[in-house]
């Protein structure tokens, strides 16, 4: 199971001057201390080990358009790492094809910053992007796959933040559980359902902050869309 929003050939682009949106979107770089940059993916992933479905999610904004493309994905077997993994080649793999490919002929160069919640992703990501560094063994055919596109030119920068501190982290989170649950359900046949309740109940209760740790409204970002 895997998907990729929108049109198949073009970022989504939305309406960003004087928009809130555009707001919170300066509070994550600063955040994140991230100041050049051409693609900002922000990612999460939901598993538990080998022998379980996973799930995962992310957000890939370009900072030429403006545009949001939300890329999603699930398999019958992976590990919370694997699954943590794959919203960034899985993005990075659809954006070379339809954006990046002709914008490196133009620049030469990409700069591209991710944004996980998992300190041990940003730690393989960051040894990924240096060939200096010897690759991860654990689920190294995904980093070996970031390498190359490194070695096309994207400058991949890896940034570590805490949990839920950013609406699209919160967002990649509950759309990479939501990812895992129906593959479990197509795998055992257990109904969502009850799943589905509990979630509609956890988010109706969720006080949504932006990394300042001011209060924001889940509708603002991707009100549009």
């Known amino acids: 199971m895997s998907n990729a929003e929108n049109t198949p050939s073009t970022v989504n682009r939305t ?23 051409d693609v900002l ?8 080990k080998w022998d379980d479905p996973c799930g995962w999610a992310g957000a890939l904004i370009d900072k030429t358009s403006r545009g949001r493309r939300w890329h999603y994905g699930g ?45 041990t992703i940003a730690n393989w990501g ?11 063994r654990t689920n190294g055919m995904i980093w070996a796959g970031m390498r190359y596109l490194a070695s096309l030119g994207y400058a991949i920068k890896y940034h570590w933040a805490r949990r839920m501190t950013s609406e699209l982290n919160w967002a990649a989170d509950i759309i990479a ?8 359900q197509a795998v055992t046949g257990t109904s969502a359902d009850d ?3 509990r979630a509609a109940s956890a988010i109706a209760n ?12 889940p509708y603002e970002l991707n009100r549009d869309s």
């Not at 969720?206 to 209060?215: H, K, S, Y």
């Open 15 to 37: 309406r960003v001057s004087g928009q809130p949106e555009a707001q919170l979107l300066q509070a994550l770089l600063t955040k994140a201390e991230i100041t050049d940059w």
């Open 41 to 48: 993916i922000v990612g999460d992933g939901s598993g538990s």
């Open 75 to 119: 398999m019958n077997a992976g590990s919370v790492n694997f699954a943590e993994s794959m919203p960034y080649a899985q993005a990075l793999c659809w954006y070379d094809l339809h954006v990046g490919k002709a914008l490196l002929k133009q620049q030469g160069v990409l700069r591209v910053h991710i944004v996980t919640d998992s300190q």
């Open 126 to 136: 960051t040894r990924a992007a240096d060939r200096n560094q010897p690759l991860s």
């Open 177 to 184: 559980g939501l990812c895992r649950q129906e593959v479990m």
């Open 195 to 197: 799943i589905s309740a």
């Open 206 to 217: 969720v006080r949504f902050e932006d990394p300042t740790g001011e209060p924001i409204s």
